[in-house]
């Protein structure tokens, strides 16, 4: 009777529960799976409690930096700013779901095209989390998947594509599976949960001039005909990677309503934003010529 090989664990089934365990505490980090984008839609981060500068200053080193590291947590979790921009997302992809609502077909979408850094995932996640939100309210206690959040891998292939929304719900894909198989498990889960947006970000992974290219189109179409929901695409400079040419590019174009984003300029909308933020964004010491030199985004903030 031999025993386990060096290195091995002599209970595979305590190294698999160990593995599973993990697995599932991972799922809660990433918004492309189910577990994720709930833990996303409830986080309501809490400020932490700024002290005065006198009982600050009476903190010894570990107290100090305890308290720092507290601030720091919390500023990892920025809130977001309501931006113009992200007040017309958010509207315009409420009124788009309403209209759809009773569509049978030819839905209309959403697309946020723009340069890198301007905010499209920002306002891409934020109207998916309030799609979220209004559902939980108008249907208490009912296990439904509202909104779905996927990203199209690089090089992509519809099969890729159509796995990505199998992770998302947690299905499981078999690599004997079909593309066919997966898409029919996909809708059938997604039209039962009564999904009624689904996201689609790092649209510009596909390009309509590669032969994959149009397969993941083609399949995007696909599923917006089987699945009654309202599409949102996100992705960098869109129209100029060639999204709207073509035969598929203009039935995209025909379909979807655009809101461009930009770099936010430094106007007096910025300044109302800006201005009250210094203690939400928990900070102590920052002083004027901290905001005066902060760059216009609204996803940084200064030392402090």
């Not at 700024?50 to 990892?76: I, K, N, Q, S």
């Not at 696909?222 to 996100?234: C, G, K, N, W």
Request: charged share 20%; with cysteine.
């Amino acid at each position: 009777m031999t025993g386990p090989t060096p290195g091995q664990d002599s209970d595979p089934g305590r190294q698999h529960g160990w593995r599973s365990a993990l697995e599932r505490e991972d799922l809660h980090r990433y918004l492309t799976t189910l577990e994720g984008w709930r833990e996303f839609t409830t986080q309501d981060p809490v400020p932490p409690d700024l002290l005065p500068a006198p009982a600050l200053a009476d903190l010894g080193p570990d107290e100090r930096l305890d308290y720092d590291d507290d601030r720091l947590d919390y500023h990892t979790r920025l809130t977001v700013a309501a931006t113009s921009t992200l007040r017309t997302v958010v509207h315009a992809g409420r009124r788009l779901t309403l209209l759809n609502r009773h569509a049978i077909s030819a839905r209309r979408g959403l697309i946020l095209p723009g340069a890198a850094g301007t905010g499209k995932t920002t306002a891409l996640t934020q109207f998916g989390k309030t799609i979220e939100v209004i559902d939980r309210r108008q249907h208490p206690g009912v296990d439904r998947i509202p909104v779905v959040y996927v990203t199209v891998p690089p090089a992509a292939t519809s099969r890729m594509l159509a796995v990505e929304f199998a992770r998302f719900l947690g299905l499981p894909v078999t690599t004997r599976a079909n593309i066919t198989d997966v898409i029919e498990a996909v809708c059938g889960v997604l039209i039962d949960a009564r999904v009624s947006v689904v996201c689609v970000d790092e649209l510009h992974n596909l390009s309509l001039a590669t032969r994959n290219g149009a397969e993941v189109s083609d399949t995007l179409k696909y599923f917006s005909e089987r699945i009654p929901a309202t599409f949102v695409y996100a992705g960098v400079d869109l129209e100029a990677n060639g999204l709207f040419n073509g035969t598929r590019g203009r039935q995209i174009a025909g379909r979807f309503a655009v809101i461009d984003t930009v770099p936010f300029p430094r106007t007096a909308e910025w300044t109302g934003l800006v201005a009250p933020s210094k203690r939400p964004y928990g900070c102590t010491t920052t002083s004027p010529r901290h905001w005066k030199g902060w760059p216009a985004t609204s996803t940084s903030a200064p030392a402090g």
